[in-house]
């Protein structure tokens, strides 16, 4: 085969792949783009709601300075979350400072954060909107930011981009102040965990605590019924979520307030780069293509003999 034919069916080869890995089953797939701008490495966990399916990862290793994407489909909820200070021996066993996951691995196996942990929640919606939150429900770990991107709607970054261990009241400090409590984690009453008589929005009012992560990150969940300004919506989007952003982008310094309950995130099928949603498919095709052209590689190098 001639090399210009030889790279040409590569090329048809390419296209028909990312195509059928973007519309699994004819539906239309999102990207989550894990960044990590910490000064440190983090060990990102996925966890996906009952009913989703797991992604490539249930949890991986992520330095400084790094990324890694994965493909989820329409639909798929679940959520995220870094691990700090872990130790993971050659074997790939071992545990973390906070957000461990309990698995003894660096896979989480379907299992979630041990608090306190900072959470972002997605629900994909079906043809619909998407919901999402960075929630401080469970505590909080580390700095981190949600900002969608080619998708339609409001669609605004959320999060939080301030260090809250730094002045968390003491009652809450976690470890070696490597982490803050919620109240309900810290104390286990029901006033603070929006249990027992405290189970509704009628009855469970923001606590002297919560409204203090509230202050400090506006657009983070602080406590269980804290809906109204901290889910987001947006349709058609691919998402980054970025651990221990340097500062906000003009993106996230410009919030709109939100409406209606988030949920969470789960997914299949693991890829890296760009969106797939849409009329964002074509112009990333067209993309990779132009791309492909320019490099100067013998079919050998692309897995052709």
């Not at 693991?270 to 067209?286: E, L, M, N, Q």
Request: charged share 15%.
């Amino acid at each position: 085969m001639d090399h210009f034919s030889c790279r040409f069916s590569s090329l048809i080869s390419t296209v028909v792949l990312l195509f059928l890995a973007s519309y699994k089953g004819g539906v239309l797939a999102a990207t989550f783009t894990f960044v990590n701008k910490c000064e440190y490495t983090v060990w990102p966990g996925i966890l996906p709601n009952a009913g989703s399916p797991s992604l490539d990862s249930t949890g991986f290793e992520l330095p400084k300075d790094s990324s890694r994407s994965f493909i989820a489909p329409t639909g798929w909820s679940g959520r995220f979350w870094a691990r700090t200070g872990c130790n993971f021996v050659e074997s790939g066993v071992g545990s973390c400072s906070t957000g461990d996951c309990g698995s003894g691995q660096v896979e989480c196996n379907g299992l979630g954060a041990a608090p306190p942990a900072t959470l972002a929640e997605f629900t994909l919606g079906s043809g619909g909107q998407d919901f999402y939150d960075v929630s401080l429900v469970d505590g909080y770990n580390l700095p981190m930011v949600i900002e969608g991107s080619g998708g339609s709607g409001m669609c605004a970054s959320t999060g939080c981009v301030s260090d809250i261990n730094r002045q968390c009241p003491q009652e809450l400090r976690s470890g070696e102040g490597d982490a803050c409590k919620s109240a309900c984690e810290a104390f286990g009453s029901p006033e603070y965990c929006c249990s027992g008589a405290f189970n509704t929005p009628a009855t469970c009012k923001p606590s002297v605590y919560s409204e203090m992560f509230k202050a400090v990150c506006p657009k983070s969940y602080s406590y269980a019924y804290d809906d109204a300004t901290s889910t987001f919506t947006c349709s058609g989007a691919d998402y980054t979520v970025t651990f221990c952003p340097s500062s906000p982008s003009q993106k996230s310094t410009s919030y709109s307030t939100p409406a209606t309950e988030g949920a969470a995130s789960q997914g299949s099928v693991t890829g890296s780069g760009a969106g797939v949603r849409g009329h964002r498919f074509r112009y990333w095709i067209w993309g990779r293509i132009g791309n492909w052209i320019w490099e100067e590689q013998p079919c050998s190098q692309m897995g052709r003999g």
